[in-house]
């Protein structure tokens, strides 16, 4: 069955950096469109970032740009999300996405179960 496993969430303080992981099975991976999404409680879920299986696009929200930058490995089905320069209201729940076109909407075919990152001093 498809599966999107997070991983690397955590504490971290100002400023600091984390590196999460999103490793896929299930699907043919290789044709799918990625994207980090993120929910802080009380708050719709948003985009954090989207990219283009054909390499026909990378989207990031505008808060994030500069800081954060997602890459993908297609021989170990992995996508990751290196975050840098982290800020308090960058505090949510993250979840990696998987969908056959590109959309910055999170209406996602497949979605992980999310891995908690605080930034907090």
């Known amino acids: 069955q498809v599966q999107l496993v997070e991983s690397g969430g955590g504490l971290v303080q100002p400023e600091g950096s984390l590196r999460l992981s999103c490793a896929a099975s299930?699907?043919?991976?290789?044709?799918?469109?990625l994207g980090w999404f993120r929910q802080a409680p009380g708050k719709e879920r948003e985009h954090v970032v989207v990219a283009s299986w054909s390499g026909g696009g990378t989207y990031y929200r505008d808060s994030v740009k500069g800081r954060l930058t997602i890459s993908r490995d297609n021989d170990k089905k992995t996508v990751y999300l290196q975050m840098n320069s982290l800020k308090p209201e960058d505090t949510a729940v993250y979840y990696c996405a998987a969908h056959r076109f590109l959309t910055t909407d999170p209406i996602y075919e497949y979605w992980g179960q999310g891995t908690q990152v605080t930034v907090s001093s």
């Open positions: 299930g699907f043919t991976f290789v044709y799918y469109s």
